[in-house]
């Protein structure tokens, strides 16, 4: 069955503190999005790939696909929130979307530009998993436990680490469901919402298969971060 990605990478990665976005920066004097388009596009049961850019990257993420040779992948352009910006990617396959449609496919995975470190075994997972079930996504046993904070700053009451996990990437969606649940999402889910997996639970009534994924799931989010991931790289190429 035909199987797409769609990859947000229209954030400003704010918490690095640098000026360029974390997707762009360089990683041994490549791209850190172009690792994780590659993990997709050495895998040959994925068709297409959606980038999903801010506009003033659009010329810079062509030449990046070009100076690659990236094959699959087409770009869209993004949103204020990380929602819209998948939002758009999933109208690339719709009617509905700019520019020519592409195929759409069965299942889609979505996964963050920003996570490079992918195993074809993993996606395959992931992808059944969605294609069975509905939707399936990534996570990981949590490592601290969660507390809830009153707005003044005091302890309200925390979670029994137990029951919970931390929410990782990629998660797997039949398409036609995800993208129903995108179009029935409010002003506030799109605002403040973080999890496409309730989307699918809340609009379509979907249930979600959570799959424990490796710890090489982790997202580069802050400054140091970049350079965990060039120490992984290169630990990789030796
Ligand atoms: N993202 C997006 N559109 C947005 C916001 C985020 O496509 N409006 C993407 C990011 O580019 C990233 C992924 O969603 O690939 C995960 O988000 P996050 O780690 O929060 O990245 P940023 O929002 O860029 O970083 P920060 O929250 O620190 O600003
Ligand atoms: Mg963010």
Known sequence: FPVAVVLPAAGSGERTGLSTPKQFCKILGRPLISYTIHAFERVFWI????????????????????????????IVEG???RHRSIFNGLLAFSEQGFGPKLQKPKVVIIHDAVRPFLEEDFLLKITLAANKQGASGAVRPL??????????????????????????????????????????????????????LELALQHCGTSAVLIEGPSSLWKVTHKQDLASAEAVIKESLS
């Not at 068709?47 to 087409?74: P, R």
């Not at 507390?147 to 998660?171: C, F, I, K, N, W």
């Not at 995108?182 to 919402?193: D, I, L, R, T, V």
């Open 47 to 74: 068709d297409s790939i959606v980038v999903v850019v801010a506009k003033e990257s659009h010329d810079l993420m062509t030449d990046i696909i070009q100076k690659y040779n990236h094959t699959k992948v087409k």
């Open 143 to 196: 490592v601290s436990t969660v507390v809830a904070a009153t707005t003044g700053g005091y302890l309200d009451h925390s979670l029994e680490r137990a029951r919970y996990r931390a929410s990782e990437m990629p998660q797997g969606f039949i398409y036609d469901i995800i993208y129903q649940a995108y179009q029935h999402c409010s002003e506030a889910e799109f605002k403040f919402g973080t999890e496409c």
């Open 79 to 81: 949103g204020s929130t």
